[in-house]
């Protein structure tokens, strides 16, 4: 039995001598082998000579290296991609997710077969009050209007089988939002809590707008029912128009109100209004048809087979 570490990095050039040690210590009795696949995220620190320096160690290490930052998600799937472990585990660089627990993801794998991951989730949040608000806020969104779920504090920090790795590299998607690939892909995940250690050093790549958008990216890569939103309100203003016409056609008919200019534009402007959100609503359908066609995503994913015929 194998494991591979997959270990993305962008400026992490003090934490990663700290990694490969604490991998060193928390695997010496570990019984079975493993390989670190450090991905180098286009870091602007000294971080490539680091691990470069790591490879005079025993531990087997590839490094990857980027041609500039493609962010994490691209580092994790090229760390997936080089990997040949039976098990992967996607660990951060700065020891905030300790190697001792990916140890334990492993033991849990070996355990209980009836599982192909071990996520880590954060039970409780260090962070700000209004953080905690908004990311709350994006499950709730996300659970309801895409089909994937999503668990709450659910982090990147997991352990696969292979299976369940080769089924992650299926979904070649530009732009990735792991947490929803993760969930797309099937399979059963145990969800284990963990508390997130403080950076080792250096500090978080992480700021409000950058989630922010990260955030939107994900509810827009499994969803297309905003594109919907024009249809709805288009179909709700043509109704309108018509109970307006109507309204006024009574008052004129039945209480001789005037049928006056006002009426008619406004009448005309509420059709052509709904017309047009609805031909754009229409559109958007055949859109978000060619938007999920354009993903590749595989049409199924098989977990296993069985069968009762004899081979050849
Ligand atoms: N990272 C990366 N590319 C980036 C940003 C971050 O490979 O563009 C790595 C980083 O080196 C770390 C992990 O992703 O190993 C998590 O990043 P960070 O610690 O900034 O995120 P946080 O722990 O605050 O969620
Ligand atoms: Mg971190």
């Given at each position: ?9 962008y400026n ?29 995220d286009g870091?602007r ?24 930052n493609f962010g994490k998600e691209s ?50 949040r260090?962070e700000k009050s209004s953080m905690v608000f908004f990311k709350n806020a994006f499950y709730?969104i996300v ?13 990147d ?18 732009s990735r939002f792991s947490k ?19 950076r080792?050093?250096g500090s978080s790549k992480w700021t409000f707008g950058k989630l922010f958008s990260y955030a939107f990216d994900g509810i827009i890569s499994?969803?297309?029912?905003p ?86």
């Amino acid at each position: 039995m194998k494991l591979s570490l997959v270990v993305p990095c962008y400026n992490e050039q003090d934490n990663v001598p700290l990694f490969y040690e604490a991998v060193k210590k928390d695997f010496a009795g570990a019984g079975f082998d493993y390989e670190i696949v450090f991905v180098n995220d286009g870091s602007r620190d000294g971080t490539l000579e680091s691990l470069k320096a790591l490879l005079a160690g025993d531990i087997p290490v590839k490094i990857v290296n980027f041609s500039r930052n493609f962010g994490k998600e691209s580092a994790m799937y090229a760390g997936l991609k080089e990997s040949t472990g039976d098990y992967v585990t996607v660990i951060d660089a700065d020891l905030q997710q300790l190697p001792s627990i990916a140890l334990e993801m492993v033991k849990m794998l070996d355990d209980e077969p009836e599982y192909d991951c071990v996520a880590a989730y954060q039970e409780s949040r260090r962070e700000k009050s209004s953080m905690v608000f908004f990311k709350n806020a994006f499950y709730k969104i996300v659970n309801k209007f895409t089909d994937v779920e999503f668990v709450p504090g659910a982090s990147d920090f997991r352990t696969f089988r292979r299976n369940m790795v080769d089924a992650v590299l299926e979904m070649k998607e530009y732009s990735r939002f792991s947490k929803g690939i993760f969930s797309w892909v099937g399979f059963n995940t145990k969800y284990v809590p963990y508390v997130v250690q403080e950076r080792a050093s250096g500090s978080s790549k992480w700021t409000f707008g950058k989630l922010f958008s990260y955030a939107f990216d994900g509810i827009i890569s499994f969803t297309t029912s905003p594109l919907r939103i024009p249809a709805y309100a288009g179909t709700v203003t043509t109704l309108v128009s018509l109970v307006y016409l109507l309204v006024s056609a009574v008052l004129r008919l039945g209480f001789h109100h005037p049928f006056t200019l006002q009426n008619v534009t406004v009448f005309l402007l509420l059709l052509l209004g709904g017309l047009i959100m609805m031909s754009i609503g229409i559109t958007g359908e055949y859109l978000s048809k060619i938007y999920m066609q354009t993903k590749e995503r595989p049409i199924y994913i098989v977990k296993e087979i069985f069968t009762n015929k004899k081979e050849g």
